[in-house]
């Protein structure tokens, strides 16, 4: 069955090599700082997909939440099942569409752990509640199916640490995916689009080629 779509073209602004950046790290925040300013929703929303060394993948939703001179930085409970996948096999990809810019990005790379230091700073930073969360939830393990299983926990790490410091997980923290090949895609019309890849070389330096679309 033919799944009935709401079909529009696409009518992004041409794309030329000459207005790309020659590091896809400044190109991406680029883009970026212009999809802050039209995307309705969380544009540093990202799908990223790992696999673990049997094959077996998984793509899920996570928040971009910095970007640094090595790569894009995300963060999460390292027991979950991205943790898994990641420490069998630390390749991974991810991509994120802007629908009112017609664009999307495709990042793939290597994801390393970012420092525990990091990681605590960047936690400090989170709401009281989003601590609490992070430190209450076993993340992707099966627990009873009923909802007041976790609330009631929830609840009660939140009157414990009211007026105390929420310890960071043991198992919670950052990774650093840095990236190898990144391609920005711009929509045109008549599915026509503009394509460019940046593939790192064993220099360092990044080579930029156009893709068909």
């Not at 939440?65 to 090595?70: F, M």
């Not at 009157?159 to 045109?188: C, H």
Request: glycine share 4%.
């Amino acid at each position: 069955m033919y799944l009935k779509e709401k079909q529009r073209d696409y009518f992004g602004t041409a794309l030329s090599i000459e207005e790309l950046d020659a590091n896809p790290l400044r190109q991406f925040i680029k883009w970026y700082e212009v999809a802050l300013e039209t995307e309705p929703f969380e544009p540093n929303a990202v799908a990223l997909a790992t696999s673990n060394n049997q094959g077996e993948t998984k793509v899920r939703f996570v928040l971009i939440k910095a970007i640094d001179d090595k790569g894009f930085l995300f963060f999460t409970n390292y027991s979950s099942i991205k943790g898994k996948h990641l420490e069998e096999n630390p390749k991974a990809s991810f991509a994120c569409y802007w629908p009112t810019l017609y664009r999307q990005i495709c990042v793939s790379g290597t994801c390393e752990k970012t420092s525990y230091e990091l990681s605590l700073r960047y936690f400090r930073t989170r709401p009281f509640l989003s601590q609490i969360s992070a430190y209450t939830s076993p993340q992707s393990q099966p627990i009873p199916s009923d909802r007041t299983y976790m609330e009631t926990l929830f609840d009660q790490n939140k009157a414990k640490y009211a007026s105390l410091t929420v310890p960071m997980p043991d198992n919670w923290g950052g990774y650093r995916l840095i990236p190898e090949k990144v391609e920005f895609w711009q929509g045109r019309e008549n599915r026509f689009h503009d394509r460019f890849l940046y593939s790192k070389e064993a220099s360092g330096q990044w080579k930029i080629e156009r893709l068909a679309p």
